[in-house]
């Protein structure tokens, strides 16, 4: 019997769509999904598969999805827009809201904008306040007020939470990374949205990489081509993340069987 398989799900905007190509592999070749860990992107996609949502229901979730569904004007100086409208398209859309009701166990990664530190939501309250928190990219959102803490995106500090799904009891550690696979010919983004992606992301790759050591198989689909605001292709990046993990499919079953 092999040990607790556990994803850790990485940022990584519109390419988010990768994860749902991932996650179909993984579940159409039977390999067991006990934990999820997600940053940004990440708790998303994966908070959508812990709350009990099929590949399919992710698929049409997505296909609902636009800029301007999940972000609305902001009257604060810390952000240009806000994340809020997200949250409402997430208890709209899945089916179940707080961490307990969760179908497996699940962690959303943020960071705290004051203290730097790594935060870890899991286990009790609201889900969806948690992804939104993940997802607020500094400077384009503002910051998500918790207990307290001003939290921001999780890529911050853990653009891959390798480390939050080790915590979480993981025996093997399977690592989605949508940003390591960065390109030298994206051109010059054409919305706001997509430059402050871009920016990101070049000083992402160098942290990413530091976070593969924990990982027994590390997935990076071929999505170097494709910007991290071109929500329009979508479908090439499902298509996309499923072949990564069909290439490395007996790689992830010695891993797991090996445990």
């Known amino acids: 019997m092999g040990g607790k398989v556990g994803l850790a799900l990485s940022g990584g905007g519109a390419r ?26 990440g708790s998303f996609v994966g908070g959508a598969f812990a709350a009990g949502l099929s590949v399919d229901d992710i698929v049409e979730v997505g296909n609902k999805i636009s800029w301007f569904g999940v972000a609305g004007f902001s009257y604060s100086p810390k952000g240009f827009l806000s994340n809020l409208p997200m949250k409402g398209f997430m208890e709209k859309n899945f089916p179940v809201k707080r961490f307990e009701d969760l179908r497996i166990p699940f962690t959303a990664v943020a960071c705290d904008l004051e203290t730097g530190d ?5 286990d009790e309250g609201d889900l969806t306040h948690a992804i939104r928190a993940s997802c ?22 853990s653009p891959i939470p390798t480390r939050a799904v080790k915590k979480m009891g993981a025996d093997v550690i399977i690592a989605v990374d949508l940003i390591t696979c960065g390109a030298t010919y994206w051109g010059s983004p054409s919305t706001l949205v997509g430059t402050f992606f871009q920016s990101a992301m070049i000083m992402l790759r160098t942290t990413s990489k ?17 910007r991290p605001d071109e929500i329009a292709k979508r479908d090439e990046l499902i298509e996309l993340g499923y072949e990564s993990v069909i290439g490395k499919l007996e790689e992830i079953k010695k891993a797991v069987e090996s445990n």
Do not use: C, W
């Open 136 to 157: 607020a990219i500094p400077g384009v959102f503002v910051p998500v007020s918790d207990d307290g803490r001003q939290l921001v995106d999780g890529g911050v500090v």
């Open 118 to 122: 790594e935060v870890l939501l899991k």
């Open 16 to 41: 988010g769509f990768a994860h749902v190509g991932v996650l179909k592999a993984l579940v159409e070749n039977d390999i067991p999904i006990d934990m999820i860990a997600g940053t940004s992107a």
């Open 210 to 226: 530091h976070q593969h050591y924990r990982a027994d198989v590390i997935i990076e689909p071929a999505i170097s081509h494709i």
